[in-house]
Nanobody
Framework: QLQLVESGGGLVQPGGSLRLSCAAS????????IGWFRQAPGKEREGVSC????????NYADSVKGRFTISRDNAKNTVWLQMNSLKPDDTAVYYC???????????????????WGQGTQVTVSS
């Protein structure tokens, strides 16, 4: 079974940066597109970014485009989310999950399963 564990969250001031990690155990991550999602208190879970299984294609929510960067290293079985210029509205619990892949090899911000781990808390506050 593929297991994903998020880490790297914390408290940061507005304008600061954090780097989240999504570490996989079990089967190799090579064949899975991975997405990052977040859920703030009182709000629905929303897609943030995803990366194709090859790492050649990425997608970003409009709210984070230009500030966040998703990347992966299949040899390390890890996907990262570099978050820069953080805003208070970025405060949420962040989750990673396997997402849908297209026939063209791109990713969609739709999880394959409605199954979530503990996530990692990101708090942006002064």
């Amino acid at each position: 079974q593929l297991q994903l564990v998020e880490s790297g969250g914390g408290l940061v001031q507005p304008g600061g940066s954090l780097r989240l990690s999504c570490a996989a155990s079990g089967p190799t991550l090579d064949y899975y597109a991975i997405g990052w999602f977040r859920q703030a208190p009182g709000k629905e879970r929303e897609g943030v970014s995803c990366i194709s299984y090859s790492g050649r294609s990425t997608n970003y929510a409009d709210s984070v485009k230009g500030r966040f960067t998703i990347s992966r290293d299949n040899a390390k079985n890890t996907v990262w989310l570099q978050m820069n210029s953080l805003k208070p509205d970025d405060t949420a619990v962040y989750y990673c999950a396997v997402v849908q892949s297209t026939f063209q090899g791109t990713c969609r911000l739709n999880p394959v399963r409605d199954s979530w781990g503990q996530g990692t808390q990101v708090t942006v506050s002064s």
